[in-house]
């Protein structure tokens, strides 16, 4: 009865469903976490949220995915998630948990996912407006991010305990990620007569993307700075911008998009994932190897990372429709070969930035693996319909 409750890891799918189920674990008080990668990572809140829908949706497991976003939400205080989930540790990790739950509307519908986190949506709004830690909402509508010697957004890796990338002010990610929060939440909270809080917050979409637009982007570039601190806006090509491209809330018109992926596949993209830094930027490191300074100074500075390209490809999907179909069956053909190189079975964390792209990191990690499955599952999806038209759920919003 043990041997046939095993999981048969005979292909690429089965490998990665196998690999995808051994990040969530239970502990005996009754919490679910994911472990954010083997061999050394416990749980990190960031890399959960953006896991969650591949490792856990991707194969029907909806209540993998709702006792984990439970046991987050149980542990707030004063309407913010605690620990690694917390705006003052990680300025975007609360705005991930919108869209985990964009992904599980899917499967629970738009009022189970209102009736079970939609309080839990507005205090979080709310404690972004209040200020948290080093994190604060400016009266223009975007969101601010700066603590002393902490890197408060992914690209969080330190050499001597100082932040090797420093992205202080407003970073392009969590600004998108907060106006796609914001819209979901209105869009909910109107559908089921929340009225109060749509006359709070009626006005905050257009004011936000406003000043995105007016701060990010540059015409003359084509795409988007990739934070605009003190000093204004820092224009070096890193893979963050993708993000503003493939969330279903969007303030960029399609001309933009399509310059914002032209420039990510021109210096960024690999057959592995995104670069975090053009090649052509002084600052870039093309390998991964050294002490621990050199190689978190280029898992910033150029390292390939998986999670970003399924932003890229859910971006290409929603500008090209079917069209992109035959580029994203390559890219995923692509980690066929990667089950079988480093963590067999499984992706690892990242990659040198030059060919061949050689694995570095953690041998199994969760987001990679989680970003691979959606990557699948979107271009399934899109291979099973007919017409150029947007699938349901995935529609373009401004």
Not at 180 to 187: F, R, S
Not at 258 to 273: D, E, Y
Not at 322 to 342: C, D, N, T, V
């Amino acid at each position: 009865e043990a041997l046939s409750a095993r999981s048969r890891k005979v292909d690429f799918l089965s490998c990665l469903r196998h690999s995808a189920r051994q990040f969530v674990v239970r502990r005996r008080d009754g919490r679910a976490e994911v472990l954010a990668g083997y061999p050394w990572y416990g749980q990190i809140g960031r890399q959960t949220l953006v896991a969650l829908p591949g490792i856990a949706l991707e194969q029907g497991r909806t209540e993998d995915c709702l006792d984990v976003l439970d046991t987050v939400v149980r542990g707030r205080r004063d309407g913010m998630f605690t620990g690694s989930f917390s705006a003052a540790e990680a300025a975007d990790a609360p705005l991930w948990f919108f869209w985990v739950l964009q992904q599980l509307q899917r499967t629970l519908g738009e009022e189970e996912i209102w009736k079970r986190y939609g309080i839990v949506m507005k205090e979080l709004l709310a404690a972004y407006r209040r200020g948290v830690g080093g994190v604060a909402v400016h009266d223009n509508g975007l969101v601010w991010a700066s603590a002393p010697d902490k890197a408060l957004t992914w690209m969080n890796a330190l050499a001597g305990g100082v932040p090797v990338v420093s992205r202080d002010g407003y970073p392009v990610e969590i600004n998108a990620l907060w106006y796609n929060a914001v819209c979901y939440a209105l869009e909910l909270a109107s559908r089921f007569g929340e009225e109060e809080f749509v006359g709070e917050w009626k006005a905050w979409p257009e004011r936000i993307r406003n000043a995105f637009r007016e701060m990010f982007w540059s015409g003359d570039d084509g795409y988007l700075a990739d934070f605009v601190g003190p000093e204004g806006p820092n224009r070096w090509i890193r893979p963050n911008m993708v993000v503003a491209c493939g969330l279903d809330y969007k303030m960029l018109d399609e001309e933009q998009q399509a310059s914002v992926l032209r420039i990510v596949g021109q210096h960024l993209l690999t057959p592995k994932g995104l670069r975090s830094l053009s090649p052509r930027n002084p600052r870039y490191k093309n390998r991964c190897e050294g002490d621990e300074a050199v190689r978190a100074e280029a898992s910033m500075n150029g390292s390939v990372w998986v999670w970003p390209l399924w932003f890229y490809v859910k971006a290409s999907f929603d500008l090209g429709g079917r069209e992109f179909l035959p580029r994203a069956e390559e890219l995923l053909a692509r980690f066929g070969e990667e089950i079988q190189s480093y963590g067999i079975g499984s992706i690892n964390e990242l990659f040198d930035g030059d060919p061949p792209h050689a694995p570095w990191g953690a041998v199994s990690q969760a987001w990679s693996v989680g970003a691979v499955l959606m990557i699948r599952e979107t271009t399934e999806r899109w291979r099973r319909r007919r017409g150029r038209g947007l699938l349901p759920g995935l529609r373009k919003k401004r």
